[in-house]
């Protein structure tokens, strides 16, 4: 009989110490980003780095508690925390505190709680519970909307808040149902409604003169345009198909011309009549547009500027002038890599790159050589994550992605965000953890 080996034996420990690394490096730079132009004084509890290192200690206790619990655990209760999840956002809708015009966060005392951060961490499992029970497979439309409903309802849920950065993370789930079945159609779909909506927005603000219309938005060629696309390819169709194919293409062709319609007049609708006059603007510089504000562009320009001074090596640790004196906003949340930038310079910002893509390829590593259905859907939810706020926060410090708000995992000042992502990883951990007493 084989002896069994001891946990600390089967954890991986490569994804243990890139964690950690990741977490000590946010530390370093929350500390400069915060220290104004003082001294940082390291144990100064109720300053933003002491309070982060509770936070440490207390993701670090909680990775120790999970480490400790049996995976099936987490397999047979992913319905309890996924309906426990979705009670937190329905309360924090009635009873939640309101930061910066978001109804997002619990309050208690100086701390808050974030519930959306566990609500990914629920999504993801009960997800994973469903596909596994498919045999890991999206076979048919009733999975398919099974899946669907799991990671809408807590993020229709989170969008009520609203926190739209929350939702678009939601939306990386595509990727783990794409690898578990999910037709390639279904992207291509996603990349034509990446493109209407990118033409809705340039076309929809500029005012343009007419003949015979006078002044009105640009946006009314670009649906002409569409229709006209639409009724050509109709027309066309019975010369280029063979005969049995005609009536199906025809029938995609009007499903496609009319869904991008509706899109494209959706976006436009909710640019114009339902954003907030800063998000609109915000969109607008993202994508070269005059906005009568100016200083629409003032996180973004700032940003940029401290990122750029920052040169090869960087100005030397709490050398910064922009970091210090506080010119970006939010520079030790969601603009963190601003202070590595200009802090740490090109290398410093490249070595930062390089440990969440290495951590992001590790656990796809993890994910591929599971035997258990349920751990390689589950990982794949979690890579799916922290790709998302990775790319999505890394774009928005360089002016590649409007401003959102989304943490960069494991850096970013936060309780919320930092046990949200341990009880991701640490999970995931202890689930790859026990594969070899996966049978299949």
């Known amino acids: 009989m084989r002896r069994r080996t001891s946990i600390l034996q089967r954890l991986d420990w490569v994804s243990i110490i890139l964690v950690g690394l990741l977490m000590i490096w946010g530390w370093m730079n929350i500390a400069s980003a915060t220290a104004g132009a003082e001294p940082v004084d390291w144990l100064n509890w109720e300053s933003k780095q002491g309070k982060q290192l509770i936070w440490i200690g207390v993701s670090v206790l909680l990775a120790v508690i999970v480490l400790n619990i049996e995976g099936e655990f987490f397999i047979r209760t992913s319905i309890l925390h996924y309906?426990?999840?979705?009670?937190?956002?329905?309360?924090?809708?009635?009873?939640?505190?309101?930061?910066?015009?978001?109804?997002?966060?619990?309050?208690?005392?100086?701390?808050?709680?974030?519930?959306?951060?566990?609500?990914?961490?629920?999504?993801?499992?009960?997800?994973?519970?469903?596909?596994?029970?498919?045999?890991?497979?999206?076979?048919?439309?009733?999975?398919?909307?099974?899946?669907?409903?799991?990671?809408?309802?807590?993020?229709a849920l989170i969008l009520l808040q609203?926190?739209?950065?929350?939702?678009?993370?939601?939306?990386?789930?595509?990727?783990?149902?794409?690898?578990?079945?999910?037709?390639?159609?279904?992207?291509?779909?996603?990349?034509?409604?990446?493109?209407?909506?990118?033409?809705?927005?340039?076309?929809?603000a500029p005012s343009v003169s007419y003949p015979f219309i006078g002044e009105a938005s640009a946006i009314w060629v670009f649906w002409f345009i569409l229709v006209l696309m639409g009724g050509l390819i109709w027309q066309l169709t019975p010369q280029l198909i063979v005969p049995r194919k005609r009536r199906k293409v025809r029938n995609v062709t009007l499903l496609s011309f009319a869904a991008a319609l509706?899109?494209?007049?959706?976006?436009h609708t909710g640019l114009e009549h339902?954003?907030?006059?800063?998000?609109?603007?915000?969109?607008?510089?993202?994508?070269?547009?005059?906005?009568?504000?100016?200083?629409?562009?003032y996180n973004i320009r700032h940003a940029k500027a401290a990122i750029g001074s920052g040169g090869l090596a960087g100005k030397g640790f709490l050398q910064g002038p922009m970091t210090a004196y506080g010119f970006v906003p939010e520079q030790e949340t969601d603009f963190i890599f601003c202070t590595v930038g200009e802090e740490w310079g090109?290398?410093?910002?490249?070595?930062?790159?390089?440990?969440?893509?290495?951590?992001?390829?590790?656990?796809?590593?993890?994910?591929?050589?599971?035997?258990?259905?349920?751990?390689?859907?589950?990982?794949?939810?979690?890579?799916?994550?922290?790709?998302?706020?990775?790319?999505?926060?890394?774009?928005?410090?360089?002016?590649l992605a409007p401003v959102i708000g989304i943490p960069l995992p494991f850096m970013s000042a936060g309780g919320s965000s930092l046990m949200g992502f341990t009880l991701l990883i640490f999970i995931l951990l202890r689930l790859d953890a026990e594969r070899f007493s996966v049978l299949r």
């Open 262 to 267: 509706i899109l494209s007049s959706g976006i």
């Open 346 to 399: 090109f290398l410093g910002g490249l070595m930062t790159l390089a440990l969440l893509t290495t951590l992001l390829f590790r656990l796809l590593v993890l994910a591929e050589r599971q035997r258990s259905n349920f751990t390689r859907i589950y990982a794949y939810g979690v890579t799916s994550i922290l790709f998302m706020h990775y790319l999505i926060n890394i774009g928005m410090v360089l002016g």
């Open 83 to 155: 309906t426990v999840n979705l009670v937190l956002l329905l309360l924090v809708l009635a009873i939640g505190k309101k930061v910066g015009g978001a109804r997002s966060w619990f309050g208690f005392g100086s701390f808050s709680i974030q519930p959306s951060e566990f609500a990914k961490v629920s999504t993801a499992l009960l997800l994973a519970w469903l596909l596994s029970r498919s045999d890991g497979k999206l076979r048919n439309m009733k999975t398919l909307l099974q899946s669907i409903a799991i990671v809408g309802i807590p993020a």
């Open 162 to 204: 609203p926190d739209a950065g929350t939702v678009i993370v939601f939306g990386g789930f595509i990727f783990a149902l794409y690898r578990e079945g999910l037709s390639g159609n279904v992207l291509i779909a996603g990349f034509c409604g990446l493109i209407v909506t990118i033409a809705s927005i340039l076309t929809g």
């Open 274 to 297: 339902v954003l907030k006059q800063h998000h609109k603007e915000r969109i607008h510089v993202l994508f070269g547009m005059d906005v009568s504000n100016p200083d629409a562009d």
